[in-house]
């Protein structure tokens, strides 16, 4: 919503001119756009029940590897839930399942290092599950950060990124990759603004 407001308010701002120019775009919206024009494009996504009904099912699966969380019942989606939350915490910060596994070699904490390691363990199988099928937003990001570190997908774009809070680790990823590409680029023709939050009044001309 922010940012099709963000859209609006600065199509207003603008000559006529100048909007077909102009893109006022998120981090999903970015990635389907490149995605369309660089191949990549999925359809595939999750909806919040088939994310918990995948989740359990990587539960039951991971249940004779688990040493913490061992316990599954077919009426408790809780742990499913825990589980699906961890999970979507760890992918939007960009880090792996070999990360996590390290993570669970590294500790002091015979129990702390267990979960860990189940956590890892249900993540992976989850993972796996997902992509035979299925993609979600951080796994859409995941994909465009990649892109953008191996294809050149940004010439001839100025690219203006609008004040927000924060960003996830994944979020920073991407932002680096894309300015990493435009640092090379010296004739640039078009506008694209890339916007988390309402656009702040732009200046009058001199």
Not at 37 to 42: A, C, P, T, Y
Not at 54 to 61: C, R, T
Not at 119 to 139: R, V
Request: with cysteine; aromatic share 8%.
């Amino acid at each position: 919503q922010s940012t099709v407001s963000a859209e609006r308010e600065i199509i207003r701002c603008i000559p006529p001119s100048a909007q077909l120019n102009v893109e006022v775009l998120n981090f999903t919206r970015l990635a389907n756009k490149l995605f369309r024009e660089h191949g990549g494009l999925s359809y595939n996504f999750l909806n919040k029940a088939h994310e918990k009904l995948i989740m359990w099912q990587a539960i039951k699966a991971a249940l004779p590897f688990l040493q913490e969380y061992n316990v599954l019942t077919p009426d408790d989606y809780s742990l499913s839930e825990a589980m699906l939350s961890t999970y979507k915490e760890l992918t939007a910060e960009g880090i792996s399942i070999e990360q996590i596994e390290t993570v669970a070699t590294c500790g002091n904490n015979p129990l702390i290092n267990s979960k860990i390691k189940d956590i890892a363990t249900i993540c992976s199988i989850y993972n796996s599950m997902l992509g035979e099928k299925f993609t979600d937003t951080n796994s859409e990001l995941a994909r465009l950060a990649t892109l953008l570190d191996k294809v050149e997908c940004l010439k001839g774009v100025n690219i203006y990124i609008d004040g927000f809070t924060s960003f996830t680790g994944l979020e920073h990823r991407i932002i680096k990759a894309m300015f990493r590409q435009i640092k090379t680029i010296q004739n640039r023709k078009r506008l694209f603004v890339f916007t988390m939050a309402k656009l702040p009044d732009l200046p009058a001309e001199s």
